[in-house]
Antibody
Framework: EVQLVESGGSLVRPGGSLRLSCAAS????????MAWLRQAPGKGLEWISA????????YYADSVKGRFTISRDNSKNTLYLQMNSLRTEDTATYYC???????????WGRGTLVTVSS | SFVLTQPPSVSAAPGRTARIPCAGN??????VHWYQQRPGQAPVLVSY???DRPSGIPDRFSGSISGNTATLTITRVEAGDEADYYC???????????FGGGTKLTVL
């Protein structure tokens, strides 16, 4: 059974940093592209970053480019999101997901809440 | 950048058919995926590659495309289908993942 468990969300001040983790199990992690998405309270889904299985290809949404960094450790079956220069508009539940053949997000974690507020 | 447009809400009575549209210019040239998000839960993929269904998704859910509109059709609607539904494509642009704004399905 595929399991994705996010952690690391918390309350942080504007301008601060945070690192999210996503522990994966139940599938061959290094064979799968992975992604981070988020959902602000009461809003729709927003994709923010994706990374290939071997980390050779990464993508970022314009809204986070230059501030967020996606990475993975295939030896630990873990996906990361380093978030710097956080803004109040980054407040959201952050989800990690597998990214499949047709660029669909086929499995999702339950999410971790990041609140950026002074 | 590519834009997907969904109506904010759709309603259907139990046992009837709900159709949720997702409009986008030349959408038929892309692979369209659909997600269901029940209140307080993570999204779940219910249709991918225009019309395929992931394992475990009932055949009451089906995707289709006609012209510039993709549609998620839910037959024999149940109370448990009440949720937000999002369409999504991958676009070959600087912002490659595009979601529609979401449609809230209300079961009357």
């Amino acid at each position: 059974e595929v399991q994705l468990v996010e952690s690391g969300g918390s309350l942080v001040r504007p301008g601060g940093s945070l690192r999210l983790s996503c522990a994966a199990s139940g599938f061959t992690f290094n064979h799968n592209a992975m992604a981070w998405l988020r959902q602000a309270p009461g809003k729709g889904l927003e994709w923010i970053s994706a990374i290939s299985g071997g980390s050779d290809t990464v993508y970022y949404a314009d809204s986070v480019k230059g501030r967020f960094t996606i990475s993975r450790d295939n030896s630990k079956n873990t996906l990361y999101l380093q978030m710097n220069s956080l803004r109040t508009e980054d407040t959201a539940t952050y989800y990690c997901s597998t990214l499949n053949t047709w660029f669909e997000f086929d499995f999702w974690g339950r999410g971790t809440l990041v609140t950026v507020s002074s | 950048s590519f834009v997907l447009t969904q109506p904010p809400s759709v309603s259907a009575a139990p046992g009837r058919t709900a159709r949720i549209p997702c409009a986008g210019n030349d959408i038929a040239t892309k692979s369209v995926h659909w997600y269901q998000q029940r209140p307080g839960q993570a999204p779940v993929l219910v249709s991918y590659y225009d019309r395929d269904r992931p394992s475990g998704i009932p055949d009451r859910f089906s995707g289709s495309i006609s012209g510039n509109t993709a549609t998620l059709t839910i037959t024999r609607v149940e109370a448990g289908d009440e949720a937000d539904y999002y369409c999504q494509v991958w676009d070959s642009s600087s912002n490659p993942v595009v979601f529609g704004g979401g449609t809230k399905l209300t079961v009357l």
